[in-house]
Protein backbone atom coordinates (compact mmCIF):
# COMPACT_ATOMS: atom_id res chain seq x y z
CA UNK A 1 0.00 0.00 0.00
CA UNK A 2 1.72 3.45 -0.51
CA UNK A 3 0.17 5.03 2.22
CA UNK A 4 -1.56 8.28 2.38
CA UNK A 5 -0.64 10.80 -0.47
CA UNK A 6 -0.51 14.40 -0.50
CA UNK A 7 0.62 16.76 -2.88
CA UNK A 8 2.22 19.04 -3.42
CA UNK A 9 5.06 18.65 -1.14
CA UNK A 10 5.88 21.84 -0.71
CA UNK A 11 3.93 24.84 -1.64
CA UNK A 12 5.50 29.12 -1.90
CA UNK A 13 2.88 31.52 -2.65
CA UNK A 14 2.22 35.02 -2.21
CA UNK A 15 -0.33 36.66 0.35
CA UNK A 16 -3.64 36.96 -0.98
CA UNK A 17 -3.20 33.85 -3.41
CA UNK A 18 -5.18 30.68 -3.20
CA UNK A 19 -3.93 27.80 -2.03
CA UNK A 20 -5.24 23.72 -2.50
CA UNK A 21 -3.57 21.10 -0.89
CA UNK A 22 -4.75 17.71 -1.68
CA UNK A 23 -4.81 14.03 0.11
CA UNK A 24 -5.43 10.48 -1.04
CA UNK A 25 -5.99 8.62 1.93
CA UNK A 26 -5.29 4.55 1.99
CA UNK A 27 -7.84 2.54 0.13
CA UNK A 28 -10.37 1.11 2.38
CA UNK A 29 -9.89 3.68 4.89
CA UNK A 30 -13.10 5.74 5.71
CA UNK A 31 -12.13 8.21 8.10
CA UNK A 32 -10.17 11.26 6.59
CA UNK A 33 -8.00 14.08 9.24
CA UNK A 34 -6.85 17.02 8.08
CA UNK A 35 -3.71 18.33 10.97
CA UNK A 36 -1.76 21.60 10.77
CA UNK A 37 1.88 21.83 12.75
CA UNK A 38 3.89 24.86 13.79
CA UNK A 39 6.04 25.23 16.27
CA UNK A 40 4.01 27.15 18.39
CA UNK A 41 0.83 25.14 18.52
CA UNK A 42 2.09 21.70 17.63
CA UNK A 43 -0.85 19.48 15.85
CA UNK A 44 -4.09 20.64 15.64
CA UNK A 45 -7.04 19.14 14.29
CA UNK A 46 -8.49 21.22 11.78
CA UNK A 47 -11.49 18.68 10.01
CA UNK A 48 -12.27 15.56 9.78
CA UNK A 49 -14.54 12.90 7.34
CA UNK A 50 -16.22 10.02 7.99
CA UNK A 51 -17.26 7.89 4.87
CA UNK A 52 -17.09 11.25 2.70
CA UNK A 53 -18.88 13.40 5.46
CA UNK A 54 -17.53 16.61 7.15
CA UNK A 55 -17.93 15.26 10.98
CA UNK A 56 -16.42 18.21 13.29
CA UNK A 57 -14.77 21.33 11.45
CA UNK A 58 -14.76 23.09 14.50
CA UNK A 59 -10.98 23.34 14.19
CA UNK A 60 -10.88 25.23 10.67
CA UNK A 61 -9.59 28.51 12.03
CA UNK A 62 -11.66 30.90 9.47
CA UNK A 63 -14.24 30.82 6.61
CA UNK A 64 -10.66 30.93 4.46
CA UNK A 65 -10.06 27.72 5.17
CA UNK A 66 -12.56 24.97 3.39
CA UNK A 67 -12.41 21.31 2.96
CA UNK A 68 -14.12 18.68 1.06
CA UNK A 69 -14.13 15.36 0.12
CA UNK A 70 -15.98 14.57 -3.24
CA UNK A 71 -15.23 10.61 -3.06
CA UNK A 72 -13.30 7.78 -0.60
CA UNK A 73 -10.04 8.20 -2.15
CA UNK A 74 -9.70 12.37 -2.81
CA UNK A 75 -9.66 15.20 -0.24
CA UNK A 76 -9.11 18.76 -0.78
CA UNK A 77 -8.27 21.59 1.67
CA UNK A 78 -8.38 24.98 0.24
CA UNK A 79 -7.20 28.52 2.01
CA UNK A 80 -8.46 31.60 -0.10
CA UNK A 81 -7.22 33.94 0.47
CA UNK A 82 -3.98 33.31 2.27
CA UNK A 83 -2.02 34.78 4.92
CA UNK A 84 1.41 34.92 6.02
CA UNK A 85 0.42 33.07 9.18
CA UNK A 86 -0.93 30.03 7.06
CA UNK A 87 2.58 29.13 7.14
CA UNK A 88 2.74 25.67 8.22
CA UNK A 89 2.85 22.09 7.41
CA UNK A 90 -0.11 20.79 6.69
CA UNK A 91 -0.95 16.76 7.22
CA UNK A 92 -3.62 14.22 5.97
CA UNK A 93 -3.82 11.66 7.96
CA UNK A 94 -6.53 8.34 7.39
CA UNK A 95 -7.80 5.48 9.58
CA UNK A 96 -9.93 2.39 10.07
CA UNK A 97 -13.38 2.77 12.04
CA UNK A 98 -12.51 -0.66 12.48
CA UNK A 99 -10.95 -2.42 14.24
CA UNK A 100 -12.42 -0.19 17.01
CA UNK A 101 -9.67 2.68 18.05
CA UNK A 102 -7.06 2.02 15.15
CA UNK A 103 -4.35 4.33 14.93
CA UNK A 104 -4.33 7.14 12.61
CA UNK A 105 -1.94 7.01 9.08
CA UNK A 106 -0.45 10.34 7.75
CA UNK A 107 0.61 11.62 4.95
CA UNK A 108 4.22 13.15 4.51
CA UNK A 109 3.04 16.37 4.74
CA UNK A 110 2.43 19.93 2.56
CA UNK A 111 4.70 22.24 4.06
CA UNK A 112 2.96 25.72 2.97
CA UNK A 113 4.62 29.10 2.88
CA UNK A 114 2.81 32.38 2.40
CA UNK A 115 5.06 35.30 1.97
CA UNK B 1 -10.66 22.68 27.57
CA UNK B 2 -9.00 19.32 26.85
CA UNK B 3 -5.09 19.42 26.97
CA UNK B 4 -2.28 16.81 26.31
CA UNK B 5 1.31 18.33 27.98
CA UNK B 6 4.29 16.74 26.85
CA UNK B 7 7.48 16.75 29.07
CA UNK B 8 10.30 17.85 28.95
CA UNK B 9 10.20 19.44 25.72
CA UNK B 10 13.56 18.59 24.73
CA UNK B 11 16.13 16.13 25.84
CA UNK B 12 19.81 15.47 24.59
CA UNK B 13 21.22 11.79 25.52
CA UNK B 14 24.35 10.09 24.59
CA UNK B 15 23.91 6.36 22.96
CA UNK B 16 23.09 3.71 25.65
CA UNK B 17 21.26 6.22 27.98
CA UNK B 18 17.73 5.29 28.82
CA UNK B 19 15.19 7.87 28.20
CA UNK B 20 11.74 8.87 29.70
CA UNK B 21 9.06 10.85 27.72
CA UNK B 22 6.47 12.04 30.18
CA UNK B 23 2.48 12.57 28.55
CA UNK B 24 -0.39 14.11 31.09
CA UNK B 25 -3.89 14.68 30.15
CA UNK B 26 -7.08 16.25 30.90
CA UNK B 27 -9.38 15.59 28.84
CA UNK B 28 -13.78 14.74 28.84
CA UNK B 29 -14.72 11.35 27.14
CA UNK B 30 -11.14 10.10 26.97
CA UNK B 31 -10.63 6.59 25.16
CA UNK B 32 -7.34 6.25 24.04
CA UNK B 33 -3.77 7.41 24.25
CA UNK B 34 -1.18 7.03 21.31
CA UNK B 35 2.54 7.51 20.98
CA UNK B 36 3.68 8.32 17.52
CA UNK B 37 7.27 9.14 16.73
CA UNK B 38 7.76 11.99 14.06
CA UNK B 39 11.37 11.98 11.89
CA UNK B 40 11.38 14.45 9.24
CA UNK B 41 8.31 13.64 7.38
CA UNK B 42 4.76 11.70 9.25
CA UNK B 43 4.60 10.82 12.29
CA UNK B 44 4.55 6.83 12.31
CA UNK B 45 2.36 5.18 14.81
CA UNK B 46 4.29 3.48 17.78
CA UNK B 47 1.51 2.30 20.58
CA UNK B 48 -2.02 2.89 21.60
CA UNK B 49 -2.83 2.18 24.76
CA UNK B 50 -6.29 1.88 26.48
CA UNK B 51 -6.62 0.27 29.91
CA UNK B 52 -4.30 1.27 33.19
CA UNK B 53 -1.29 -0.54 34.07
CA UNK B 54 -0.68 -2.79 30.76
CA UNK B 55 2.71 -2.51 29.70
CA UNK B 56 3.20 -2.35 25.84
CA UNK B 57 6.85 -2.99 23.88
CA UNK B 58 8.22 -3.06 20.97
CA UNK B 59 11.89 -3.64 20.99
CA UNK B 60 13.23 -0.96 22.87
CA UNK B 61 10.55 1.05 23.36
CA UNK B 62 8.46 0.51 25.75
CA UNK B 63 4.57 2.58 27.22
CA UNK B 64 2.31 2.67 30.03
CA UNK B 65 -0.83 4.26 31.30
CA UNK B 66 -1.99 5.12 34.22
CA UNK B 67 -5.65 6.00 33.70
CA UNK B 68 -6.00 7.28 37.21
CA UNK B 69 -3.17 9.67 37.31
CA UNK B 70 -3.60 10.48 33.73
CA UNK B 71 -0.36 9.92 32.16
CA UNK B 72 1.66 7.96 30.19
CA UNK B 73 5.28 7.43 29.96
CA UNK B 74 7.61 6.36 26.66
CA UNK B 75 10.50 4.58 27.70
CA UNK B 76 13.46 3.81 25.46
CA UNK B 77 16.15 1.71 26.22
CA UNK B 78 19.80 1.68 25.06
CA UNK B 79 19.35 4.70 22.48
CA UNK B 80 20.18 4.66 19.64
CA UNK B 81 20.90 7.45 17.05
CA UNK B 82 18.36 6.55 15.07
CA UNK B 83 15.84 7.16 18.07
CA UNK B 84 16.30 11.31 17.42
CA UNK B 85 12.92 12.31 16.56
CA UNK B 86 10.11 14.12 18.12
CA UNK B 87 7.84 11.69 20.06
CA UNK B 88 4.39 13.12 19.87
CA UNK B 89 1.43 11.59 22.31
CA UNK B 90 -1.69 12.06 21.66
CA UNK B 91 -5.20 11.55 23.64
CA UNK B 92 -8.84 10.48 21.18
CA UNK B 93 -11.41 11.80 22.96
CA UNK B 94 -15.22 11.09 22.35
CA UNK B 95 -17.45 10.13 19.70
CA UNK B 96 -17.39 6.82 17.38
CA UNK B 97 -14.34 7.62 16.19
CA UNK B 98 -12.83 10.74 18.21
CA UNK B 99 -10.65 13.58 18.09
CA UNK B 100 -7.18 13.58 18.63
CA UNK B 101 -5.76 16.13 20.67
CA UNK B 102 -1.91 16.03 20.45
CA UNK B 103 1.03 17.25 22.99
CA UNK B 104 3.21 19.76 21.62
CA UNK B 105 6.16 16.62 21.01
CA UNK B 106 9.44 16.09 22.76
CA UNK B 107 12.35 16.47 20.76
CA UNK B 108 14.97 13.79 21.64
CA UNK B 109 18.47 14.07 20.48
CA UNK B 110 21.20 11.05 20.79
CA UNK B 111 24.67 11.74 20.51
CA UNK B 112 26.80 9.35 19.53
Known amino acids: DAGVIQSPRHEVTEMGQEVTLRCKPISGHDYLFWYRQTMMRGLELLIYFNNNVPIDDSGMPEDRFSAKMPNASFSTLKIQPSEPRDSAVYFC?????????????FGNGTRLTVT | EDKVVQSPLSLVVHEGDTVTLNCSYE??????LLWYKQEKKAPTFLFML????IEKKSGRLSSILDKKELFSILNITATQTGDSAIYLC????????????FGKGTKLSVKP
Open chain 2, 90 to 101: AVEVGGSQGNLI
Open chain 1, 93 to 105: ASSLSRPYNSPLH
Open chain 2, 27 to 32: VTNFRS
Open chain 2, 50 to 53: TSSG
